[in-house]
């Protein structure tokens, strides 16, 4: 398998030398693996960190800026980072506001944030903890106990990140980063495996013809596997799995924040296509769409394949999520 990399060994370390490079308005630390915004510990405001494996970009270090996160913690790939580097962005962040994590329900995440919470605490720094579990595909997966964090870890980041902006206070960050996740639902799509630098071949077999419905973000089994299927029938089945797992999720009738997010390896004119079939169905189901963002958001190294992600959202919901926001991935309002 190609790459255009220098070695496995180095590829996290390069990748951050290179965002560095071209955004000067961020301090990363290569060899600490911490990528922090600058200022973030001036103005007052709560500190929010969040990370976890490389291989995701522009999750989580594109998400660092104005507006959304104070820092990010970029662990090997699809490796959890270690709670020394956690403690490290919490302390890089903490105004005297307290920090919020937002983390990822991956069991590995999970136990590496709990720990730098502990230590932070005893360091005199107050933190809360946002557990993201969007996934309505399956439960307690091949790395989790309960549903996976997934697409709606961005919704998290950028509407908790704006109530920070804003100077609420911790409780209420943590509170506004509550309600987002369990307004989410999540769904993903596989059409092929992704590959790891350090196997240099794909991580699982799909063969030729066939499809994964309900697959993880690390490549973890899914539903079930299905013949090739069209755009239209695809989105019918993940919006549908979405839509009814939201079902019981207030405002019922109200309008969704909508993701349509690529794995990696899907050009934009597929997905855009993808997107087309998406509205058709929430057109059809009566719901209403807010805003929509469709790109490689989250993303699974060079997968191909997809995941949709709708947030219930009203009116509080949806003027956090208008706020700025000035980061390497997600920019507007300034």
């Known amino acids: 398998m190609k790459m255009l990399i220098n070695s496995p060994e180095t590829v996290v370390a390069d990748a951050l030398r290179g965002l560095a490079a071209a955004h000067p308005d961020l301090d990363v630390d290569p060899e600490a693996r911490v990528v922090v915004r600058k200022g973030a510990s001036e103005g007052g405001r709560v500190g929010l960190v969040s990370g976890g494996g490389s291989g995701h970009e522009p999750l989580h270090g594109g998400f660092v800026g104005p507006g959304m996160l104070s820092a990010a913690c ?92 804003e100077g609420a206070p911790l409780e209420q960050v943590a509170a506004v980063a509550e309600r987002v996740n369990k307004a989410s639902r999540s769904f993903g799509v596989a059409l092929s495996a992704c590959t790891t630098p350090a196997k240099g071949s794909p991580t699982f077999d799909l063969p030729d013809g066939e499809l994964e419905l309900g697959i993880g973000i690390h490549g973890e089994p899914g539903r079930e596997r299905r013949p090739m299927m069209s755009a239209r029938e695809i989105a019918e089945f993940a919006v549908g799995a979405v839509l009814d797992d939201l079902a019981n999720v207030a405002p019922a009738d109200g309008p969704v924040l909508a993701l349509v997010n690529g794995m990696g390896a899907t050009p934009l004119l597929e997905l855009y296509g993808f997107h087309a079939e998406v509205a058709r169905v929430l057109a059809d189901r009566g719901v209403p769409v807010a805003r929509t963002l469709v790109g490689n958001y989250v993303t699974s190294l060079d997968m191909a394949g997809c995941s949709v992600t709708l947030c219930r959202a009203d009116d509080e919901l949806l003027r956090l999520w208008d706020a700025p926001v000035q980061t390497p991935a997600l920019r507007w309002g300034r």
């Open 74 to 165: 970029p662990g090997e790939v699809f490796t959890s980072p270690v709670p020394d580097q956690v403690l490290r962005a919490a302390k890089a962040v903490d105004s005297g506001q307290g920090v919020l994590f937002i983390v990822k329900n991956y069991t590995g995440d999970v136990l590496n944030f709990d720990m730098a919470a502990e230590l932070a605490e005893e360091d005199g720094i107050r933190v809360q903890r946002v557990l993201v579990d969007d996934d309505v595909a399956v439960t307690d997966s091949l790395y989790t106990a309960g549903r996976r964090g997934t697409g709606a870890t961005l919704f998290v980041e950028k509407i908790a990140g704006a109530a920070a902006e």
